[in-house]
């Protein structure tokens, strides 16, 4: 049986993904560090940033709606390690890493690693990406796609970690389903549902794993944020876009649309 050490955050799909992990009966879990999340700096009642505290709320309410009944009521086998944000990289903390020794590291949620956990485990450590790269890298890779009217990008990227931002050798992607009357935060939670369920598939089946390089995409259709560019500016344009009939939209197209759009299937073991 294949044991896994998961590095993630604490925000409540974080809890999700690591129980859910955790309660697998294909493999065992180690270790989950959780680096502990940092105050939301831009939210301020009453300023020009007001509509992102809002949708910043509803997020983490539509999170515990997902999620809240499951993450009270499972046994945690997911044995959690709680670190301030950014530890993850502490050569201490890598070092218990590499001394516990797992079959596979996963992880979702967490800082960008460094250092020399991505050389101790080659084709053993997978990082979990909410996007679909290349089409979008870098920040907020579910939420920008939305934004410029782009629901076939949304969806969840699996790949071996490099020394790169979301440039490692990619395992399978999945797409975000969408259904009508969807909100931004019913997609981005029925995804994490999805993304949590492949990534026990690919650990149960690590060993029929092979990878691939980068759909070939020219670089001019390749879209890079980081959370600068989360403005007030953005979420009303998200929100026009719902309102304006985006998802109907999509969903009378959506053959056409994701077949102009390939993403990589590994259909070695899927």
Known sequence: MNKVIIL??????????????????????????????????IIKSGSTSELRRIHLQSRKQTELDFFG??????????NPKFIPRGMI?????????ILLNPDYILSYGCSIIKGDLISAFPNRFINIHLGLSPYYRGSGTNYWP???????????????????????????????RVYPLDTVHTIGN??????AAVAEKIIENAEKIIGFDDLPLPENEQRYYMNKDFSEESVVKLYN???NGMISEY??????????????QNSNFF
């Open 69 to 78: 009944v499951f993450t009270e009521k499972i046994q945690d086998h997911s």
């Open 146 to 176: 939305l934004v410029n009217k782009e629901p076939q990008f949304v969806g969840t990227t699996f790949m071996y970690i490099d020394e790169g931002v979301d440039t490692g050798q990619i395992i399978h992607q999945i797409r975000g």
């Open 8 to 41: 993630t955050g604490d925000e409540k799909r974080h809890e999700f993904f690591r129980k859910y992990m955790g309660s697998s009966r294909h493999f065992q879990v180690l270790k989950s560090y959780c680096e502990q999340s940092e105050p939301e700096r």
């Open 190 to 195: 029925r995804l994490i549902q999805d993304t």
């Open 251 to 264: 969903l009378e197209n959506v053959e056409k649309i994701t077949k102009s759009s390939p993403i990589i």
């Open 241 to 243: 876009n719902f309102e």
């Open 89 to 97: 990289n502490d050569p201490k903390i890598q070092e218990e890493i």
